[in-house]
């Protein structure tokens, strides 16, 4: 009997083990993390513990994990913006997640809001390093913006570049279908789809594989060109040649304008 009570723990364990490991790995495929994964992993990065220091995707960690109700996200996000580390210093915003934060549960010290007392309110919004906001308006494009964070080191691209890359193709709607026949996140027509080995378009971690894929191939086409880059994203290499430059159409420019505008605010 204790022999078979043994081996009825030893499988219990087993099962166990079994069970968690399908679950991280669902969380994995379907690219769903619980806020408290997500508060961690974004101080992993903004502390360094493990990982170079990235502000930058701390702050897109905390921001999707805030977007869950996850009281400490929002308690560090305070801290982050008081503090000024990454981002720009503002005691508004930092009051405003503070707020939020207690609301969530998670009171800041009271000398520390008596500080802020005098401080306008405003709404608790994430603003990037680089001005401009973030936009995380719910879960899905919070969940979009992580994949985009993982996936783009694999290409060299820098997610923050793709980030506006998704919002000016389709709006981060995975479903989207232009006039031109161009699918999902990325707005990637059939044959450029076929040429990156994406099957299904409209499955969003495929889609932005291949749409990387080739941003990373128009980048090395045009030497590290982001205008030249981004103009033959748009309207395709062979147009950028032909012209030799961002070629002279309204919708390309006004493209690569406002890729730039969000990307690089401080050249525009």
Not at 102 to 113: C, D, I, N, Q, W
Not at 183 to 200: E, K, W
Request: with cysteine.
């Amino acid at each position: 009997m204790a022999l078979f009570g043994k081996k009825l723990i030893m499988a219990w364990r087993h099962g166990l083990m079994a069970l968690c490991c399908m679950v991280l790995l669902g969380a994995q495929q379907t690219g769903r993390a619980d806020s408290h994964q997500l508060t961690e992993e974004g101080l992993r990065f903004l502390h360094g513990e493990g990982v170079s220091v990235d502000t930058e995707r701390a702050l897109v960690y905390l921001c999707a994990a805030a977007q869950q109700r996850d009281a400490k996200a929002a308690f560090e996000l305070g801290w982050l913006y008081l503090q000024g580390r990454g981002v720009q210093r503002d005691e508004s915003l930092a009051l405003a997640w503070f707020g939020r934060a207690t609301a969530l549960g998670e009171s800041p010290p009271p000398r520390l809001m008596d500080s802020l007392s005098s401080v306008e309110p405003v709404k608790p919004i994430c603003v990037s390093g680089r001005g401009t906001t973030l936009e995380f308006i719910d879960r899905r494009r919070a969940d979009l913006a992580i994949a985009i964070y993982e996936i783009a080191p694999e290409y060299d691209l820098d997610p923050a570049l793709v980030l506006e890359v998704v919002r000016a193709e389709s709006n981060f709607d995975p479903r989207a279908r232009s006039d031109k026949g161009a699918l999902g996140l990325m707005q990637l027509i059939p044959a450029t789809a076929r040429r990156f080995g994406v099957q299904d378009p409209f499955e969003p971690r495929q889609n932005l594989h291949g749409g990387m894929a080739y941003l990373r191939w128009l980048r090395e086409r045009f030497r590290g060109n982001l205008r030249l880059t981004l103009a033959g994203y748009n309207a395709g290499e062979g147009v950028v040649e032909r012209y030799g430059g961002v070629p002279p159409y309204p919708e390309t420019r006004e493209y690569v304008r406002r890729i730039l505008s969000r990307y690089l605010p401080a050249s525009t």
